[in-house]
């Protein structure tokens, strides 16, 4: 799919009616509720580039069914997706290890086990 051509006056137009009145720090919640009630959920979406925080490769299709709650959606507006977890996602070095083996875990770095 082809990424339409930028549109300064429609820009313009979408970013006033987003955070018309905002201050510097109600800008990002204006912009979620903006979204929030002009994006129709669920809809299929391709991942344009893979991330190293993402699981998702480049190319592979998501269903996206919800805008993120919106205290995760201060810096980024994020979404969530229906995904067939079918790798390992990355994941936080507090989480547990959620592969069982017979060996205890070693520490990966200094006062982190994995």
């Not at 549109?7 to 903006?34: F, T």
């Not at 201060?74 to 083996?101: A, I």
Request: glycine fraction near 4%; proline fraction near 11%.
């Amino acid at each position: 799919m082809k990424r339409p051509k930028r549109d300064p006056v429609r820009e313009d137009r979408i970013h006033n009616e987003a955070i018309v009145d905002a201050g510097p720090e109600e800008q990002a919640l204006s912009w979620y509720y903006y979204l929030e009630n002009k994006i129709r959920f669920p809809f299929q979406a391709k991942c344009l580039a893979a991330k190293v925080l993402s699981p998702l490769r480049k190319g592979e299709t998501v269903e996206v069914v919800r805008m993120a709650p919106d205290d995760a959606c201060s810096h980024d507006m994020l979404v969530l997706v229906r995904w067939q977890v079918e790798r390992w996602p990355s994941r936080s070095l507090n989480s547990p290890p959620s592969v069982q083996t017979n060996q205890p875990p070693k520490p990966s770095v200094t006062g982190i086990t994995g």
